[in-house]
């Protein structure tokens, strides 16, 4: 099967005022490397540790970013074959 698209992604982690969020871009991009379409947006993960760090990221809050890409990937996907 060809490869129409590929997504690629980029997450930051940002610990202020006491609490923890991770933001989030990802590009859909074609087989050349041009970005088609853009991704992005943040999740609040709670009250910040001392030092902000992966692991204090919950796992159901990626998931979370994981599946909210993917609903705005397939919506973009049916809007740019209409």
């Given at each position: 099967?060809?490869v129409?698209?590929?997504?690629?992604g980029?997450f930051?982690?940002l610990n202020e005022?006491?609490?923890?969020t991770?933001?989030y871009?990802?590009?859909?991009?074609?087989?050349?490397?041009?970005r088609?379409?853009?991704?992005?947006?943040?999740?609040s993960?709670?009250?910040?540790?001392?030092?902000?760090?992966?692991?204090?990221?919950?796992?159901?809050?990626?998931?979370?970013?994981?599946?909210?890409?993917?609903?705005?990937?397939?919506?973009?996907?049916?809007?740019s074959r209409?």
């Amino acid at each position: 099967k060809n490869v129409t698209h590929i997504l690629k992604g980029y997450f930051s982690l940002l610990n202020e005022g006491g609490k923890l969020t991770v933001l989030y871009v990802f590009d859909v991009i074609d087989p050349a490397g041009n970005r088609l379409h853009r991704i992005s947006g943040q999740e609040s993960a709670g009250a910040a540790a001392a030092k902000a760090s992966w692991e204090s990221v919950p796992s159901p809050l990626m998931e979370k970013i994981a599946d909210r890409t993917m609903e705005e990937v397939a919506v973009w996907r049916a809007g740019s074959r209409a």
